[in-house]
């Protein structure tokens, strides 16, 4: 199998990352003339005029949004494969995206239509869906951790069990739940990024920037766990301390992300897949790899959801998943062609 | 050194191991042998800290063996068990390379290193061949390099020590024997290697000293002469063998 070099990947997955966040800030439901959008980076002082509102307070933090968030979840997909020594696991594995389907749809359905239309409608969503996520995740942890530490087996099995539970209290919560309730919490489980906003870009980026700077420094005992937990062990690497770093950090991470846009499928899944397809699986240059392709691929889908069917909106998750899954597939049709076992 | 004194290991009432003691001296190697169940693999698990003993102590150079540093540990004490879950397409010079980790001596040295070990196993050929698609002997030729890698050089933290858990069980002839010499050969550097081992006549051909373990008990410990006797085998192994001499080595040759 052909590998490219890492550093030049990444020098490319960055150049795509520049140019889908210029994508993004030319397109959408009104056309602005590329000259204000330079200007907006270039000059403080500058007139506010409609269309520098509409960069300035939708556009840029949309962008920003997607990207950073699409970074987040793409990192800590690959930690999540690594961590279960699976290259299909999946962030929401732990049961994070399930547990924050159960918090967001609790507050969809106990605050009611008053709530839900009002100012702090959004930020009550995503708060509860972080809430249900760590939540889950930490009985998921709880789980599979007895006295000779936490098995990722069992963990894999809770994540099952704990998803399919949350998945009956989401039913319980859409089924009694009238029409305007029902609309948005299928509309949050679709994944959507259009509630960004100034406050939401800086709960993002507080998260995931620490997180996307700290992760690729576990590259090397990631590696190393891949070989299997003992010979982890014998190579120096404090095994336990390190699955509860991870784990922590990776549901704080996928937690912020899913809380601010929905659970917007298969970026965790496919990003850090196609890397290592592409660079192959060492996790120091794995990490930083996927986060910045996530960034790009979350963004571009996000571009696409605004503006294929513009001025309506499509939402961002159904894109990812519409794109993601036949192109996972063929992924998977290429890959079985190639396994000698 | 490594020493074991009155171990025992017991899971939920039932005992594993009873009160081993055991002498792993720099330069020598010590072959496990026993039957299946007898608890090779368990006292080897206990010897590289990975299962604490119910009760006794494993001592490693002088200190108890929980006591050190884990990345200190890693520098002298090697550890290859029986098959490996790796699962990602890791090339056999990254897995090699992975043997350096707990080292930090820089990427020339560490490169230099990994390129002696992967021809020591005879594995050059398959650098940068995807780990996943090996054959069963190469993944575990690729193991054996990394696991040298980690100990391939003295270091400051104490004397070193080689844990092989069924070494040659994916090898040919060819492969089995250039295992046996590079044990050897890491001995003569004052290592101290133990590995559990089935065939009772490789064991003979490469230990200074075999450990026969039967019910978790030690049945027998000393040279390969002393241990492999036809009564010692009928009342562990429950086979009646023939106790030859190799025509060239002059050790011990078992014949069932």
Known sequence: MHRYSPIKFISLACITLVVSLLCGLFSGASDIPPSKIFGLFASGHMDMDMDHRILQMIRLPRVLLAALAGACLASCGAVMQGLFRNPLADPSLIGVSSGASVGASCVIFFGGVSLIGSSLGLPAIAIGAFVGGLLATSVV???????????????????????????????????????????????????????????????????AIPLILVLPREGQA????????????????????LKRRLILLTALGVGVAVAV????????????????????????????????????????????????????????????????????????????????? | MLEAQHLSLSISDFSLLQDINLQLKPGVVTAIIGPNGAGKTSLLRLLCGETKPSSGEVIFNGILLDQWQPKQLARILGV??????????FTAREVVMMGRIPHSTGLEKDTEIVDAALESVGGSYLDKRPYTQMSGGEKQRVQLARVLTQI?????????????????????????????????????????????????????????????????????????????????IEKVFNVSASIGVHPKTGSPLVIV
Not at chain 1, 222 to 241: C, D, F, P, Q, Y
Not at chain 2, 80 to 89: A, D, I, R, T, V
């Open chain 1, 261 to 341: 846009s929905g659970i917007v499928a298969f970026v965790g899944l496919m990003v850090p897949h196609l890397v290592r397809l592409l660079i192959g699986p060492d996790h120091r240059y794995l990490i930083p790899g996927s986060a910045i392709l996530g960034a790009a691929l979350l963004l571009l889908a996000d571009t696409l959801a605004r503006t294929l069917m513009s001025p309506a909106e499509l939402p961002t998750g159904v894109i990812t998943a519409l794109l993601g899954a036949p192109f996972f597939v063929a992924l998977l049709l290429q890959q079985r062609q190639k396994i000698v076992v």
């Open chain 2, 152 to 232: 391939w050089e003295p270091d400051d933290s104490g004397d070193r020590v080689l844990i092989l858990d069924e070494p040659t069980s994916a090898f040919d002839l060819a492969h089995q024997q250039l295992t046996l010499d590079i044990v050897k050969n890491f001995a003569q550097q004052k290592v101290s290697v133990v590995m559990v081992i089935h065939d009772l006549n490789l064991a003979a051909a490469c230990a200074d000293q075999l450990v026969m373990l039967d019910c978790g008990k030690i049945a027998a410990q000393g040279a390969p002469e002393a241990v492999l006797t036809t009564e010692l």
């Open chain 2, 80 to 89: 290859l068990p029986q098959g490996s879950p790796l699962n990602f397409p």
């Open chain 1, 141 to 207: 942890y709880k789980l599979a951790t007895s006295v000779s530490g936490t098995s990722v087996a069992t963990m894999l099995l809770a994540g099952i069990a704990i998803t399919a539970l949350s998945g009956a209290v989401t039913s319980l919560f859409s089924f009694f739940a009238d029409n305007e309730m029902l609309r948005r919490i299928s509309l949050w489980q679709m994944g959507n990024l259009d509630g960004a906003d100034w406050p939401r870009v800086a709960a993002m980026a507080l998260v």
């Open chain 1, 222 to 241: 990631l590696n190393a766990m891949l070989l299997g937990e003992s010979e982890a062990r014998h190579l120096g690497i404090a095994v336990e301390k």
